[in-house]
């Protein structure tokens, strides 16, 4: 099983959300992401396919985008949320 | 010696534009001579680094052309980001390429960050904390070789970057694997001298061709100095990120409760041996 900080991955809410208002398709995301996050589909072209490939705190594909079409979670919102989620382990 | 701004040629998009702009009135207020992206893309000949005191970049969006064409040619002095601007300083957005009725009080709200002075910083390390020449064991992975110092008060995040503790100062940095996975590093994105961050908060952010990494800080305080050295120097950082290529100091706040979310150094190692093991 996929840990973060000893967390389960699965129960971290980190990823990128696209916005699709601004999203223009140019799959410089896609290109850049080496952890599979993104994927192309006939239907809507870009989804967000495995939200937990992203690495927690990482927001470099966001970097990438000059349509600033991509956002993450608050930080301090995800950091509180592992710490309580690590003492209900303990 | 002149100074020259190198800037987006601003036909694409409205933060482009919003670049030229910038760029207009600064070379008018400033006096400099402003380098035509284009032209110098052609003929990287008709423009010679040695003619500027200064060479200041201004980009639109994080496509960075300006940025792209100028490394390695021109020595850029300063580089501006015009999309990240707009956000950090939640400032309006323009409204399109065609539309002109915002720009010009756009342009008058970025000035000021243009013209602040930078942060004054000796270039030397005033606590007299030289570069600590660390032991290493060292995870081998086809081709790779990371290390990994072997040090007591010596800590690590998930996310690749490290601490080395002494008494209620961090200094921190980034593994070998992040200088290995970006390759050769270009900038040196500084953070914020007394700034009050919180543990994995972004502790400024360094550049290669390839990424733009955030530098997540394994501690929570007060950044109180970083490596000046870094500005003129990023390759220090791929040379060796523990010693010479440290990133930034910290003043602690509660690194008993940071401690809870770092590893040592066997677990980094092993982490990071799954970590290779998976990308192949």
């Not at chain 1, 896609?30 to 490939?53: A, S």
């Not at chain 2, 001579?33 to 060479?55: G, T």
């Not at chain 2, 390390?125 to 007591?152: C, M, S, V």
């Given at each position: 099983?996929?840990?973060?900080?000893?967390?389960?991955?699965?129960?971290?809410?980190?990823?990128?959300?696209?916005?699709?208002?601004?999203?223009?398709?140019?799959?410089?995301?896609?290109?850049?992401?080496?952890?599979?996050?993104?994927?192309?589909?006939?239907?809507?072209?870009?989804?967000?396919?495995?939200?937990?490939?992203?690495?927690?705190?990482?927001?470099?594909?966001?970097?990438?985008?000059?349509?600033?079409?991509?956002?993450?979670?608050?930080?301090?919102?995800?950091?509180?949320?592992?710490?309580?989620?690590?003492?209900?382990?303990? | 010696?002149?100074?020259?701004?190198?800037?987006?040629?601003g036909?694409d998009k409205p933060v482009g534009k919003i670049?030229?702009?910038?760029?207009?009135?600064?070379?008018?207020?400033?006096?400099?001579?402003?380098?035509?992206?284009?032209?110098?893309?052609?003929?990287?000949?008709?423009?010679?680094?040695?003619?500027?005191?200064?060479?200041?970049?201004?980009?639109g969006c994080?496509?960075?052309?300006?940025?792209?064409?100028?490394?390695?040619?021109?020595?850029?002095?300063?580089?501006?980001?015009i999309?990240?601007?707009?956000?950090?300083?939640?400032?309006?957005h323009p409204l399109s390429i065609q539309s002109?009725?915002?720009d010009?009080?756009i342009?008058?709200?970025?000035?000021?960050?243009?013209?602040?002075?930078?942060?004054?910083?000796?270039?030397?390390?005033?606590?007299?904390?030289?570069?600590?020449?660390?032991?290493?064991?060292?995870?081998?992975?086809?081709?790779?070789?990371?290390?990994?110092?072997?040090?007591?008060?010596?800590?690590?995040?998930?996310?690749?970057?490290?601490?080395?503790?002494?008494?209620?100062?961090?200094?921190?940095?980034?593994?070998?694997?992040?200088?290995?996975?970006?390759?050769?590093?270009?900038?040196?994105?500084?953070?914020?001298?007394?700034?009050?961050?919180?543990?994995?908060?972004?502790?400024?952010?360094?550049?290669?061709?390839?990424?733009?990494?955030?530098?997540?800080?394994?501690?929570?305080?007060?950044?109180?100095?970083?490596?000046?050295?870094?500005?003129?120097?990023?390759?220090?950082?791929?040379?060796?990120?523990?010693?010479?290529?440290?990133?930034?100091?910290?003043?602690?706040?509660?690194?008993?409760?940071?401690?809870?979310?770092?590893?040592?150094?066997?677990?980094?190692?092993?982490?990071?041996?799954?970590?290779?093991?998976?990308?192949?």
């Open positions: 099983m996929e840990t973060f900080m000893g967390v389960p991955r699965d129960k971290i809410d980190w990823c990128p959300t696209i916005d699709y208002k601004k999203c223009n398709f140019c799959m410089e995301c896609y290109d850049f992401c080496p952890h599979d996050v993104f994927t192309k589909t006939d239907e809507i072209k870009l989804i967000v396919k495995n939200p937990h490939h992203c690495v927690v705190f990482c927001r470099a594909c966001s970097k990438t985008c000059n349509e600033d079409a991509l956002s993450f979670p608050e930080k301090p919102e995800v950091i509180e949320k592992i710490k309580a989620i690590r003492k209900e382990l303990e | 010696m002149k100074k020259a701004i190198l800037c987006c040629n036909l670049a030229r702009k910038v760029a207009l009135k600064l070379s008018q207020l400033e006096s400099s001579e402003i380098i035509c992206l284009v032209l110098f893309s052609q003929f990287p000949n008709r423009y010679h680094k040695e003619d500027y005191e200064a060479v200041v970049v201004i980009d994080p496509a960075k052309c300006a940025t792209k064409i100028a490394t390695n040619q021109l020595g850029i002095s300063k580089r501006f980001l999309s990240e601007l707009l956000k950090e300083h939640k400032l309006q002109e009725e915002t010009d009080s342009v008058e709200s970025l000035l000021p960050f243009f013209e602040k002075e930078e942060h004054k910083q000796e270039r030397k390390n005033e606590t007299g904390w030289d570069a600590k020449a660390f032991i290493y064991q060292i995870l081998k992975h086809d081709k790779y070789q990371f290390r990994i110092p072997e040090q007591k008060d010596m800590f690590f995040t998930e996310n690749d970057t490290w601490c080395f503790i002494n008494n209620d100062i961090a200094r921190i940095g980034v593994t070998d694997y992040v200088q290995q996975s970006l390759s050769d590093i270009l900038f040196f994105n500084t953070p914020e001298i007394g700034k009050k961050i919180v543990q994995f908060d972004e502790v400024g952010s360094i550049e290669s061709s390839k990424a733009v990494f955030e530098v997540i800080s394994p501690v929570s305080g007060t950044v109180i100095r970083y490596n000046a050295e870094l500005v003129d120097h990023p390759e220090w950082i791929n040379e060796n990120p523990y010693e010479k290529g440290w990133i930034a100091e910290m003043q602690l706040t509660n690194f008993e409760e940071d401690r809870m979310f770092l590893i040592n150094t066997e677990e980094y190692y092993k982490f990071l041996q799954k970590k290779v093991a998976q990308h192949e």
